[in-house]
């Protein structure tokens, strides 16, 4: 059985820092794009970060780039999504998703494609 486990959220001031997990189980990260996606009150599910490490590939929403940084470790099956100099307009919900159908990305997109999801981690940003 797929199943994606995020944490990793919190309360954060403005310009701190916070590292999310997704520790995945039922299938191999390194073999399938992974997403971070997130959602704040009142709007759209917006893709942030992407990763497909078997094909080298990372990707970045540009409200994010520079920013986050997203990487896989292989060992614990596990995707990781740095978040640095974080804003308070970054606050949301965080998900983490696989999508085993496809590699394509669509960045920034709600990731309706994506077939599994994490149950989500608070991500609050106080100024």
């Known amino acids: 059985e797929v199943q994606l486990q995020a944490s990793g959220g919190g309360l954060v001031q403005a310009g701190g820092s916070l590292r999310l997990s997704c520790a995945a189980s039922?299938?191999?990260?390194?073999?399938?794009?992974i997403g971070w996606f997130r959602q704040a009150p009142g709007k759209e599910r917006e893709g942030v970060s992407y990763?497909?490490?078997?094909?080298?590939?990372?990707a970045y929403g540009d409200s994010v780039k520079g920013r986050f940084t997203i990487s896989t470790d292989n060992a614990r099956n596990t995707v990781y999504l740095q978040m640095n100099s974080l804003k308070p307009e970054d606050t949301a919900v965080y998900y983490c998703?696989?999508?085993?159908?496809?590699?394509?990305?669509?960045?920034?997109?709600?990731?309706?494609?994506?077939?599994?999801w994490g149950q989500g981690t608070q991500v609050t940003v106080s100024s």
């Open positions: 998703a696989a999508n085993t159908e496809s590699r394509a990305i669509d960045i920034g997109g709600r990731g309706d494609d994506y077939p599994y």
């Open positions: 039922g299938f191999t990260v390194d073999d399938y794009v």
């Open positions: 990763i497909s490490s078997s094909g080298g590939m990372t």
